[in-house]
C-alpha cells in the first residue's frame, strides 16, 4: 500500500473533510471510488478505520493510529517532491489556462508564487471555459481554472473556490431587490455563450422573471467588459445594472465606485474547478500547483 500513496492521501482528504461526499468533491472522483479506496485500506490492514455517522465520520482507534502514520508520509513526500523539482529544474512554461473572472480577477494574485513553486515561467491564457477545456485535452495547456465543469473524459475536476453572482450598477441599489425592480432598471448582459449567462437565466426562470422584457442597453462578451460598460453608464435616470461574480468587482465597491445588490431572499452561488489530465495526475509541477491553489482562500 505504501507504493500508492494515492489511497492515503484519499484517507487523509476524507478526514479532513469529515465526510466521503465532501472528500470526492475535493479530489474530483467520485464517492463509490471514495469508498472503494478506504475498503482497498481496510482490507489490507484487516481493520476498520472509518465509521460512518450521521453527521459525518469517526476514526476507530485504528484509525487514529493511520492517521498520524499518514499525515508524517506526506508531510515526508511534500518535502522529497519540492527536493525532486530542484533535481529537475528543466526549463519551460507552465501554463494556466482560466475562464474570464477567474484569469482577470484571481489568477494575477498567484502567479508569482506560482512561479516561485516550481522555479519556471509561468503564463495564464483566459477564455471561456468550454474553450479552456479543450486547450486542455489538446495539451496546450496544464491545467484549467473554470467557472463550470465541462465535463469529458480523461479530466479530473475539484472543486476549488465558492464565488457569487451579484447584481452591480454605477448607483446606489437596494440592498435587496425584489423581482418587480428589475423592470426599473436598464441591463448589460453577457453574451449567451458564457457560463454567467447561462446560471443567470436558470435563477430567472426559477423566479418567472421574463427577461425577454428587460431594457436591455447592450451584451458583451467579457465580465471586464460589463463591468466597464456600467461604470462609464449615466449616473442619472434608471439605473444601467448587470449580474457578475463578485470577485470582479471587490475592489470598486470597496472604493465606492460600485454598489452590489443581492435578489431578495435569493443568492447565486457557484463553485469553481481546478482541472487537469489523467494523465498528469502524478505530475510533480501539476500536484505542485494542484495542491497551492488549493489552500488559496479569497
Request: proline content about 3%.
Amino acid at each position: 500500500m505504501l507504493k500508492d500513496f494515492a489511497k492515503l492521501h484519499t484517507f487523509l482528504t476524507v478526514v479532513k473533510e469529515k465526510s466521503f461526499s465532501k472528500a470526492s468533491a475535493k479530489l474530483g472522483i467520485s464517492q463509490p471510488a471514495v469508498t472503494q479506496q478506504i475498503k482497498f485500506i481496510e482490507d489490507y490492514l484487516d481493520t476498520k478505520v472509518v465509521e460512518r455517522k450521521k453527521n459525518g465520520i469517526k476514526l476507530t482507534k485504528e484509525g487514529e493510529d493511520l492517521h498520524r502514520i499518514a499525515q508524517r508520509l506526506e508531510k515526508s513526500i511534500n518535502s522529497s517532491e519540492k527536493e525532486l523539482l530542484k533535481i529537475i529544474n528543466k526549463e519551460f512554461t507552465f501554463i494556466v489556462g482560466a475562464s474570464h473572472s477567474i484569469g482577470n480577477y484571481i489568477l494575477p494574485k498567484h502567479l508569482g508564487k506560482i512561479k516561485e513553486l516550481i522555479n519556471n515561467e509561468v503564463y495564464a491564457r483566459i477564455a471561456l471555459s468550454a474553450d479552456v477545456i479543450d486547450q486542455l485535452e489538446d495539451k496546450k495547456i496544464d491545467i484549467a481554472l473554470i467557472e463550470s465543469p465541462v465535463m469529458r473524459e480523461g479530466i479530473i475536476y475539484r472543486e476549488w473556490l465558492e464565488d457569487e453572482l451579484v447584481l452591480f450598477s454605477n448607483q446606489p441599489l437596494p440592498k435587496q431587490m425584489r423581482v418587480e425592480d428589475f423592470y426599473d432598471c436598464d441591463w448589460i448582459c453577457r453574451d449567451e455563450t458564457s457560463h454567467t449567462r447561462k446560471l443567470t437565466a436558470e435563477i430567472f426562470d426559477e423566479l418567472n422573471v421574463d427577461c425577454a422584457t428587460f431594457s436591455i442597453i447592450g451584451v458583451v462578451a467579457s465580465p471586464t467588459a460589463i463591468k466597464e460598460s456600467v461604470m462609464r453608464s449615466p449616473k442619472t435616470g434608471r439605473p444601467v445594472v448587470s449580474v457578475i461574480s463578485r470577485h470582479v468587482i471587490t475592489d470598486e465597491v470597496a472604493e465606492g465606485k460600485l454598489f452590489e445588490a443581492r435578489i431578495k431572499n435569493y443568492k447565486i452561488h457557484r463553485k469553481l474547478y481546478i482541472a487537469y489530465s489523467k494523465e498528469r495526475k502524478h505530475d510533480a509541477f501539476v500536484d505542485n500547483v494542484v495542491n497551492f491553489l488549493s489552500t488559496v482562500r479569497i
